[in-house]
Structures are given as structure tokens and as C-alpha cells.
């Protein structure tokens, strides 16, 4: 055992006799780590944790400068004892093999300690008294044996970056905890609206989708897109309002997966990809981001954290079944290597296959995934990791309806609508195609089909493909460079006509049938630095990014009567298209006091959108004419900064304010659609908003967490899109006002018993905005609601494990889940009614001891309980004049326009679930 530091009788002598005796040879190290924690102690015990004993230096806030160079652990602590007068405590067999990456800057005792041992799988624990510290494995610390899924254990939701990251006593400021210091910079920044939805608390229930995740953050809404998997998310209402003009989109969202992007550089993102089963957590960014991630980043962000190999360590497999025909089949695997010579290795592998019928009456779906996240470390200072993505999304799909249709035909089943009739079409949506499967003309029209008749449906490969290198020039810095490529091919898919009008005139009718990739790139680099400000602890980021987007998508019409999967008919067009962003962002976080963090940061993007929209004319014979081309070479130039502040009052009270901007430019889409088809609309420009948001954080004990967040955000030139039932176009709305309040709760008030819940009130109007019906007609929409965000969300779940004994592993909830009345056109003529949905649950896992297979779940849920029919998503619906007149469209014959893009939720469904874990 050697012990370093500042007493009486303590020489280099004294320690290299130490070395050489080499006592206790026969001892395993983590006894060895476990008698130091006791007997280094004497009488200052007892031993508490590091988290929850400070040493006076890190009570009082001192901070001093350390300047050790990486190298062996051994030298490394007699240096840090030297400079922060700590009685250190280790045994050179712990330390003989592990290296250091040293650590300089100014630190309070605690945090210089924690970087030294970052990385080294070891830790400490500090004296009651503050005056010594013994060094031991990290294991001996945390306890190998503890049993990760213990329902009186669950972790919590997290609910605000900074509160799940509270110990008793730390004297950290808000965001300069040890742990942090480790991550990305947009990994829990103090001052931003952060919920981190855990997946473990989510091990025991059927998951589909990601909704089942991202509905326990607070101030995000999910609307349903026209496939299974595809969701229309929205945070605080960002995403709501657009509808779909890039078939199942999101928008106003910045997505990444584990730090890659997964949205494109127009903007452009799909859910269809995330399998919830793949992530052990998504963080959620609440409120304008682009100072934190650019362009696109106007109402947030979602980082989704897949399994590492260390999380899963051997191997999962579960299978989910139930209603509908639905099967979800899926395979974690990974494992955390360490070689001493080639460094370490943490590899996680994920494929699934989901298939299923669908409860609408055409529906049938296969989505198909494999994702490999590997990590290799040959050193401590240098870490490269592979990222890849491929998925494989197949769907048949219905149209979307007219609310009138929803409420007599919801699933399309209590009327039959396979074969377009002139008696089911006020009851189906069914399509208009041109008859010959190429043109139109005066003398070659229209017909009536349905999605069976044309054989509709949506077959969509992507692949990504991400490479990060890290370099650590010293303890307190941090170099990254990331590169990803994205492929996306639309092998079949539907797009709105590029022409709309009379047949004679060359009108198309319905949909058009797209095919056609894009090629997608995305580079950055950044350095991050921890270090000091005017005497204060600092974090320095600077990073720079560029990304393009390239597409050739090429238009041919549907062919009518083929049914099965469709035919491609003639060529009616073609779209190209290029998008690029190239810019940088800072950020400055600077500790004021241990309790205060003040940060700045600042992007600054210039974008670029070109490309040329073909339509295609035809003769009365059908000879092709001189093309119609619509052709855009726009550029945008945004800036966002962002200030905050994070106050931990004490270890049970946080406050936070936060001020910062969004933007997000239009795509080439948006800068080309009219109400009439392809189109010239270049004068579209970038939306803005700046919100101010105002949180309180409260954790009076580890049972309970609650959080509070008001804001209060200003929107120029929000993009609207609007539906007519043919085609969608967007507008800028000069001003208008989002405002609002969010609230969750994790509270686990007896043993076994959880209460979690996650409410949102949105308030959000129109102050300027002219909405224009036709050439010389305009109404006033200042004061009228935003259409398509609902006022009040609530999600809530109310369960119990019991906690012990022979039925230990047994448990139940019930969840419910709300979402009030909402408009979905701008004079909120039209509005979609509100529901309540009832699930519930029940669940048995147990742990099998000295067994190949580890634990098994089963579970089994009833989803809708009381078979409700409601909306689960629609689009915003474009207001029209009565023929001849000056005067709206009333309510009564707008429910009658398809351009509302009514999808019904699912009715009752049954789904049982079985999972293995070797």
C-alpha cells in the first residue's frame, strides 16, 4: 500500500520501499480495493462516497492549477498530492499498468482528481473529514453484483439535463460536473430545456414506435403519419403545422443518432427508421436550437443514444406480437474489449424486422433495420467511432380523408372502398389518375381509382454511414472531426401533381408516382476546451459544419387498373435539386460561482437552395411539347445567439433562464409549390423566432422529481403549409406568439409505486397575417388560433412492481393519455375533436442465477382500452371562397375537403411481448 501527501515522515524513500515490498501479493485487487476503502480511513471513518463527502477545498470553492502530464498513475497522484495537500491512499498494483491522461487547468480538488482518474476504470473515496482519499476500481466502488433492473430501482426519466445530474453536497457548477466534462458539448448544456427519456423504465412494454419514448417529454405532440411507423412529431407545435409536402416528414426538428445527423441538409428527417427498441435513451432539446445545431434546429431537437456494447454486454432478443397482425422481431448485441496492446473496443450490434396488416383496411407493412455503433480507443487520448444505419421501409397505405369521411368511414372498413364507385366516393377517398397512364388532353381525360386499384404504396431505402475521430491533445482539450454520408432511394412512393387544372388543360388529377435517390453529406469539426476564464472554470467551443444535399427524383404517372404493387406509366416530369449549408458555431460556458453558470453561444449558416423542377407537357396526341422548367437559385443568411443562466440554488432547488433564437430555411420543395402545382414561390423566406424560457427544477428527495417550464417565443415569417386536396403549398406568416407552460413528475411515493407524468399547455395565435383566398381577397387571422397544435398534452402512467419476495419481478400500470380540441385551418373554422386513451399493462421479468440466459421478460398490454375512434393526425387545411363570392367556405362543406388529411388512431389492440437476455 502507498500513501502520498503532506504529513510528517513522509519521503520518496519511504514510497520506493514501499514499491519493492509488494505486500499482499496473494490478494485479488478488488479485495485489495476494498480493505484500502476501510483501513486508509482510521478514524475518520465511516467511509462515505465520493458524492457525498467534499473536501473543504471543494466546500469553499477553491481552485488551484494543475499541470500533470499524462503518464504512469503512480507519479501522477504523488504530483497531485503535492499540489492539493490531499493524504492520497492507493496500492501500486492498481496503478502499476494505467496510464494517465494527466490533467491541467484550475480545479477544485474533487473535479482535478476526477479528470486525473478519468478513463482508468478507477475511482476514489474521500474521508468524512475531507482530508483523505483512497484510490480503488471503479467496480469496488459501484458494486459488480447490483442488479441493473430492479423495479424499486428504475432510473428516473431525467427531467432537465442538470437535475438528474444533482448530488448532495456537490459544489460543481451547474454543467461542470467530471462526467460531462467527458461529453460532447451538446450533451446536457446547462441552461437548455433538456428531458432525457430513459428507455429502462420502458423494458417491459410493446414498442413500436419512438412515440412510445418521446411522449414522456413534456412539450412534444405526435401526430400519425400515412405508414405504420411514421410520426409527424412537433415540439412546443413546431412540426404540427406543416403538414406532409415531403411525404412523412419531419420538420423544425434537428435529429441526430448518437451524435450523427439523421435529418438531411434541407431539413428533411423520417421516423420510419427509429426502432425504439435500438435506443437506451433519446435526449429531447425543448425550444429554439440553432445556436447549439444549426439550420433546421428552429423548434429543437432529439438525439437518439443507442445501446453501447458495455450497456448490453452479451446478447438480447425479444419478440413482440399481437392485433393486427402485428409482429416486431429484434437483436441486441454487444461487448465491451480491452487489450492491453491494442486499447479498448466497445461494439454494439441492432437488427429488427416489423411487419404487420394494419387495423385501416389496407395497411400492410414490413420495416426492416440493421445498425452496428462501434468504439475503438487505441489510447487513451484517441477514440475513432463507425456508425451505420440501413433500414428498409415497405407500406401499403390508404389515403388520408376528409373529416366528414373519418366520422362515417373511419378504417375505411364500414364502407368497401377497394373499387372507386360513383356511390362510395363520398366515403372513400379515392383518386383521380389520367385514363392512358401518361397524359392528359381534350381528348384523353381522367378516371376514378382507388389506392387498390393503383396498387399505392411506399418503398423507401436509406442508408447511413458515420465515422467520428476524437483526440484529446491534453486533459482539458478535445478535438472531434465527423464525417456521415446518407443515401436515401424512393424505389415507389406517391408526390403531389406537379399540374393541376381541367384534364383539357393537362391537368394530372391525383398523386404522381416518384422514384429516385438523394446523396446527402455531412462533415464537422470542433475543439472543445475546459479551461479558464478571467480566473474563472470555462468551457471553449468552436466547431465548424458543412452539408449538402443532391436529389433526382423523376415523376411518372400511376397506371390505373393494375392493382398489386402498381405499374409506372409515362414521365410527367422530374425534380433536381441541390441544398447546402456551410457555417460555425460557438459557445462559452462560464462557472460564475459553484452554484451559478452563465453560457453564450452563437451560429452563424449561409445556405444555399438551387435546382429545376421539369414538368412535362403533351399535345392532343400525346406528342411531347417544350417542358415547362421551374427553376430556384435562392441563398439565406441566419445567425442565432443564445445566453442562459443555471442557478442551483441548493442540492434541491435549480433555476434556469434561458434566452435564444431558431431558423430554419425553406427547401427546394417549398420554394416551388403553389396551389396550382409546380410553381414559381422564391419569394418564401427563412422563419425566425427568439423565445425566453424560464424553468425551475425540484428534487426535495431521490423519489421525487418535478420540473417547470414556462416560455414565451416570437415567430417571423413562420412557414405555413396548406392543403387544398390536391396539392400542399407554403406561405410565411409575418408574426405570431407561441407561448406556454410545461410540467413533469416522477415521483415514487411507496416501495414499488411510480407516478410519472408529462403535460404540455400550448397558447399560440396569430399577430400578423393576412391570409389570401384569392387575388383580391384577404382575411385578417391576427388573434386566430395556429392551426394544428392542441392547447393542452398529457401523458401519465401510474404503476406497481412489488418489490420483493416470490413474486418479486411481478407488476402493472395504466397509462393515459390526452389531447385536447385543436383547429386545423387558419380561421379555426374546422376543428378535430379531443380523446383520452386508456392502456394498460401487465408485466413478470426474473433473474436466472448461473444460467447462460441471464433474465426473461414477458409482458402483455391492451392498448385503447375503451376502444375510442379519434384523430391521430391531420394537416392544415387550406381556408377557400364560396364560388362567385367574397364570403369563406363554412365549416360544414370544408369537413368535406380531403385536403384535411384525416388518418384515424388504432382501436383496440392486444399485444404480448417475450424477451431473453444472454
Aim: glycine fraction near 10%; charge should be negative.
Amino acid at each position: 500500500m502507498l500513501e502520498v501527501g503532506h504529513w510528517q515522515g513522509q519521503d520518496e524513500q519511504a514510497m520506493a520501499r514501499n514499491k519493492r515490498r509488494g505486500r499482499g501479493a496473494h490478494m485479488s485487487s478488488t479485495a485489495i480495493a476494498l480493505a484500502l476503502s476501510v483501513m486508509s480511513m482510521g478514524a475518520d471513518a465511516p467511509v462515505h462516497p465520493a458524492q457525498a463527502s467534499i473536501s473543504p477545498h471543494e466546500r469553499n470553492g477553491d481552485l488551484r492549477e494543475y499541470h500533470i502530464p499524462a503518464g504512469s498513475m503512480e507519479s501522477a497522484l504523488a504530483a497531485f498530492a503535492d499540489r492539493s495537500e490531499l493524504h492520497v491512499v492507493f496500492d501500486i498494483r492498481l496503478t502499476e499498468s494505467i496510464r494517465t491522461r494527466g490533467v491541467s487547468g484550475s480545479y477544485s480538488v474533487i473535479e482535478g482528481l476526477e479528470r486525473l482518474l478519468s478513463g482508468t476504470g478507477l475511482t476514489y473515496r474521500l474521508s468524512s473529514n475531507g482530508r483523505s482519499v483512497s484510490i480503488i476500481l471503479a467496480q469496488a466502488a459501484t458494486g459488480a453484483m447490483s442488479d441493473a433492473v430492479d423495479a424499486a430501482a428504475l432510473p428516473p426519466i431525467d427531467i432537465g439535463a442538470e437535475e438528474r445530474k444533482r448530488v448532495s453536497g456537490s459544489s460543481s457548477a451547474p454543467g461542470f460536473d467530471a462526467a460531462r466534462a467527458r461529453e460532447p458539448i451538446y450533451r446536457d448544456p446547462p441552461g437548455q430545456t433538456v428531458t432525457t427519456v430513459d428507455h429502462r423504465f420502458l423494458e417491459t412494454t410493446p414498442l413500436a414506435t419512438v412515440q412510445e419514448m418521446l411522449q414522456y417529454s413534456p412539450g412534444v405532440s405526435l401526430g400519425q403519419g400515412t405508414i405504420p411507423r411514421e410520426l409527424m412529431p412537433s415540439i412546443r407545435g413546431s412540426g404540427n403545422r406543416l403538414g406532409t409536402t415531403y411525404p412523412f416528414s419531419v420538420r423544425n426538428i434537428m435529429m441526430l443518432e448518437d451524435g450523427f445527423p439523421i435529418v438531411t441538409a434541407d431539413g428533411n428527417g423520417r421516423t420510419d427508421m427509429l426502432d425504439p427498441h435500438a435506443f437506451s435513451g433519446i435526449d429531447v432539446y425543448r425550444g429554439p436550437s440553432s445556436a447549439m445545431f444549426g439550420n433546421h434546429a428552429y423548434g429543437g431537437a432529439f438525439n437518439f443514444r443507442s445501446f453501447t456494447g458495455a450497456e448490453i454486454d452479451g446478447a438480447e432478443t425479444g419478440s413482440e406480437f399481437g392485433s393486427f397482425g402485428y409482429i416486431n422481431n429484434y437483436l441486441r448485441a454487444g461487448r465491451k474489449i480491452s487489450d492491453p496492446r491494442l486499447g479498448d473496443f466497445d461494439i454494439s450490434l441492432f437488427g429488427s424486422d416489423l411487419r404487420g396488416d394494419g387495423y385501416l383496411a389496407r395497411g400492410a407493412h414490413e420495416f426492416e433495420q440493421g445498425k452496428v455503433l462501434a468504439t475503438w480507443s487505441p489510447a487513451p487520448t484517441d477514440r475513432l467511432t463507425f456508425k451505420f444505419i440501413f433500414n428498409n421501409s415497405f407500406a401499403e397505405f390508404m389515403n388520408r380523408s376528409s373529416l366528414t369521411q373519418f366520422y362515417t368511414n373511419p378504417y375505411g372498413k364500414s364502407i368497401d372502398c377497394r373499387i372507386a364507385t360513383t356511390g362510395n366516393r363520398p366515403y372513400c377517398n379515392n383518386l383521380f389518375v389520367p385514363a392512358n397512364g401518361a397524359y392528359t388532353s381534350a381528348t384523353s381525360g381522367l378516371v376514378n381509382q382507388s389506392v387498390w386499384q393503383l396498387g399505392t404504396h411506399w418503398h423507401v431505402a436509406r442508408d447511413i454511414v458515420g465515422l467520428r475521430y476524437e483526440h484529446d491533445f491534453d486533459n482539458a482539450t478535445t478535438w472531434r472531426t465527423q464525417f456521415t454520408y446518407d443515401y436515401q432511394d424512393y424505389i415507389n412512393s406517391t408526390w403531389p401533381p406537379p399540374k393541376v387544372g381541367p384534364a383539357f388543360l393537362g391537368g394530372l388529377g391525383g398523386p404522381v408516382a416518384i422514384r429516385g435517390p438523394s446523396y446527402g453529406v455531412n462533415i464537422s469539426t470542433d475543439v472543445t476546451n475546459h479551461g479558464a476564464l478571467l480566473g474563472l472554470p470555462a468551457t471553449h467551443y468552436l466547431g465548424f459544419f458543412y452539408n449538402d444535399l443532391k436529389t433526382v427524383n423523376p415523376l411518372f404517372s400511376q397506371v390505373p387498373d393494375v392493382w398489386g404493387y402498381g405499374a409506372t406509366g409515362g414521365g410527367i416530369g422530374n425534380i433536381e435539386s441541390y441544398h447546402s449549408n456551410i457555417g460555425l458555431r460557438a459557445r462559452e460556458e462560464i462557472a460564475l460561482t459553484p452554484q451559478l453558470t452563465a453560457a453564450i453561444g452563437f451560429s452563424a449558416n449561409w445556405s444555399r437552395v438551387a435546382g429545376v423542377y421539369t414538368v412535362n407537357n403533351f399535345a392532343i396526341t400525346g406528342a411531347a411539347l417544350a417542358p415547362t422548367r421551374v427553376g430556384v437559385d435562392n441563398d439565406y443568411w441566419n445567425t442565432a445567439p443564445e445566453a442562459s443562466l443555471t442557478w442551483r440554488y441548493s442540492p434541491e432547488w435549480q433555476f434556469r433562464a434561458r434566452y435564444a433564437t431558431g431558423y430554419g430555411t425553406p427547401n427546394f420543395m417549398y420554394l416551388t409549390n403553389t396551389p396550382t402545382g409546380a410553381g414559381n414561390n422564391a419569394s418564401l423566406q427563412a422563419q425566425t423566432n427568439m423565445g425566453v424560457d424560464l424553468g425551475v427544477d425540484f428534487t426535495p428527495t431521490d423519489n421525487l422529481i418535478i420540473s417547470l417550464t414556462g416560455y414565451h417565443e416570437w415567430f417571423r415569417n413562420e412557414i405555413l403549409t396548406q392543403a387544398n386536396g390536391l396539392v400542399s403549398y407554403q406561405l410565411n406568416a409575418p408574426a405570431s406568439i407561441h407561448r406556454g407552460f410545461e410540467a413533469s413528475v416522477d415521483w415514487r411515493p411507496f416501495d414499488g409505486w411510480r407516478l410519472i407524468g408529462a403535460y404540455s399547455y400550448n397558447d399560440q395565435f396569430f399577430t400578423d397575417f393576412h391570409d389570401n383566398l384569392s387575388a383580391t381577397v384577404a382575411y385578417d387571422r391576427a388573434g386566430k388560433r395556429i392551426p394544428n397544435v392542441p392547447m393542452h398534452t398529457l401523458t401519465s402512467r401510474l404503476g406497481y412492481d412489488i418489490p420483493g419476495g416470490d413474486l418479486r419481478g411481478l407488476g402493472a400500470f395504466v397509462e393515459y393519455i390526452y389531447k385536447s380540441d385543436y383547429a386545423i385551418d387558419n380561421a379555426n373554422l374546422v376543428t378535430i375533436p379531443s380523446y383520452g386513451l386508456v392502456n394498460l399493462d401487465v408485466h413478470y421479468g426474473r433473474e436466472i442465477v448461473g444460467s447462460f440466459l441471464k433474465r426473461f421478460d414477458l409482458y402483455f398490454d391492451v392498448k385503447n382500452l375503451f376502444d375510442r375512434t379519434y384523430v391521430a393526425g391531420a394537416n392544415t387545411l387550406a381556408n377557400t371562397l364560396i364560388a362567385g363570392t367574397t364570403q369563406q367556405t363554412p365549416a360544414a362543406d370544408l369537413a368535406n375537403s380531403t385536403g384535411a388529411s384525416i388518418i384515424a388512431g388504432s382501436p383496440r389492440a392486444f399485444i404480448g411481448g417475450v424477451k431473453f437476455k444472454f
